[in-house]
Nanobody, 133 residues
Framework: QVQLVESGGGSVQSGGSLRLSCATS????????MGWFRQAPGKEREGVAT???????AYADSVKGRFTISQDNAKSPLYLELNTLKPEDTAIYYC???????????????????????????WGQGTQVTVSS
């Protein structure tokens, strides 16, 4: 059974930093994509950053240069370093991972890489990040 558990959220002032962690268990796919998403009240879930099994990363334009996603391998925790935080970064942050389809379906790989939440099979429960001005 795959489990993803986030931690590290909190409240900070504008310009501050946080480091989110996502502990993974039961995840055995060798070809995969993992990512961080966020959802603010009244808004749709938004893809923030992704990392694939080759270690390649990609970011939403809104966080590029401020956030860093990292992971050593599929069994290691997934991290998101958040720097120069802004009030508009306030949201619940979720980590997510793709399922078996990613390994053989080119379309699924493309959609996951473009941070489409519909193509991520496993989700954590979320951690709140609040940035005050």
């Amino acid at each position: 059974q795959v489990q993803l558990v986030e931690s590290g959220g909190g409240s900070v002032q504008s310009g501050g930093s946080l480091r989110l962690s996502c502990a993974t268990s039961g995840y055995t796919y060798s070809s995969y994509c993992m990512g961080w998403f966020r959802q603010a009240p009244g808004k749709e879930r938004e893809g923030v950053a992704t990392i694939n099994s080759a270690g390649t990363t990609a970011y939403a334009d809104s966080v590029k240069g401020r956030f860093t996603i990292s992971q050593d391998n599929a069994k290691s925790p997934l991290y998101l370093e958040l720097n120069t935080l802004k009030p508009e970064d306030t949201a619940i942050y979720y980590c997510a991972a793709t399922g078996p389809r990613y390994g053989y379906d080119w379309y699924a790989r493309t959609r996951a890489w473009n941070r489409d939440p519909a193509f991520f099979a496993y989700w954590g429960q979320g951690t709140q990040v609040t940035v005050s001005s």
